[in-house]
């Protein structure tokens, strides 16, 4: 019931299809490993990264949720102050969100995964950020301003000389 957009992870090169670049890797393992019934749904719904580099991002800004594994753009889609499903399924924990709280999940069964991303969907903005709090910062220390920072840094330099 929901539209499906998937961001393929990188551009061709040249906009040709070459072999060994990150990109034609990924479309052979789409070709690989996606069973024939859904095929046709994984190339419908692949949006080909063009060249503008900012793509992806518009993408999680008009999306109500952005799901994925392990994933820096699932941490700066937080920032941005969208909700994200962080979601894996290969088993391997290495792959796991380094916050593991109620927008991610190790899930074996697509019922589990349609229940988890119904109930964040349907949770309001306001509270999705409420229940993450201040565990955000875990992923990196943005508490302090980077202008501030850097006007800090600058400052004791300074001082030193």
């Known amino acids: 019931k929901y539209k499906i957009i998937i ?3 990188r551009i061709k090169k040249d906009n040709k299809l070459v072999d060994n670049t990150p990109y034609y890797e990924e479309k052979k393992a789409y070709a690989n490993f996606v069973s024939n019934d859904y095929k046709k749904f994984f190339n419908k719904n692949l949006i080909d990264r063009s060249k503008d580099r900012f793509q992806t991002y518009k993408i999680m800004e008009e999306s109500e949720i952005t799901v ?3 994933s820096t753009l699932l941490r700066e889609n937080l920032f941005l102050r969208n909700k994200i499903f962080a979601c894996n399924t290969s088993k391997i924990n ?3 969100f380094p916050i593991k709280d109620f927008f991610s999940s ?3 069964s697509y019922d589990l995964f349609e229940k988890k991303i119904d109930n964040l969907i349907k949770m309001p903005k306001k509270k999705y950020f409420n229940n993450l709090d201040n ?3 875990y ?3 943005n508490k302090v301003s980077p202008r501030n920072k850097i006007y800090s840094i600058i400052d004791r330099k300074l001082k030193k000389s």
């Open 7 to 9: 961001c393929s992870k």
């Open 68 to 70: 994925g594994t392990m």
């Open 139 to 141: 992923l990196t220390d």
């Open 106 to 108: 190790s899930l074996d």
């Open 94 to 96: 290495i792959y796991d």
């Open 135 to 137: 565990k955000i910062y």
